[in-house]
C-alpha cells in the first residue's frame, strides 16, 4: 500500500512564501508522475500542477504560472509544490498525488494514490 504525506502547510500573509512536501513510500516513486490539487472551502478540487517521473517536466495551470512551481527529489522519494506571493484566495487544502502515468494530468482519475492534505491559509 502507498502512502503519501503531505507536510509544510500553514497559516502565512499575503505576500509569503510556503513549500510543501510530499513524502511518498514506495519504491516506484521515480517511475511515476506526480500531481498537485487543491480545494477550497466550498469548491471544487482542482488540479495546481505536476511533474514528471524524471522530473525533465513540469506544468502549473495558467493563473498560478510564475507564483507557483514544482519539483522532486527522486532519492528522497519527495515531491515539493513551492508557492510565492501568496494570496487570500490561495487558501485551501492541498493534495498531492502519484499519477498511474510516468507523467502528470490534470484528469483525476489517472491517479491512484492520494495523500491526506495539508492546509494553507492566507491572512490578508
Known amino acids: 500500500q502507498v502512502h503519501l504525506v503531505e507536510s509544510g502547510g500553514g497559516l502565512v500573509q499575503a505576500g509569503d512564501s510556503l513549500r510543501l512536501s510530499c513524502e511518498v513510500s514506495t519504491r516506484s516513486f521515480s517511475t511515476l508522475g506526480m500531481g498537485w490539487f487543491r480545494q477550497a472551502p466550498g469548491k471544487d478540487r482542482e488540479f495546481v500542477g505536476g511533474i514528471s517521473a524524471s522530473g525533465s517536466r513540469t506544468r502549473i495551470v495558467d493563473s498560478l504560472h510564475g507564483r507557483f512551481s514544482i519539483s522532486r527529489d527522486n532519492a528522497k522519494n519527495t515531491a515539493f509544490l513551492q508557492m510565492r506571493s501568496l494570496k487570500p484566495e490561495d487558501t485551501a487544502v492541498y493534495y498531492c498525488?502519484?499519477?498511474?502515468?510516468?507523467?502528470?494530468?490534470?484528469?483525476?482519475?489517472?491517479?491512484?494514490?492520494w495523500g491526506q492534505g495539508t492546509q494553507v491559509t492566507v491572512s490578508s
Open positions: 498525488a502519484r499519477s498511474s502515468r510516468p507523467y502528470a494530468t490534470d484528469e483525476v482519475h489517472l491517479y491512484d494514490s
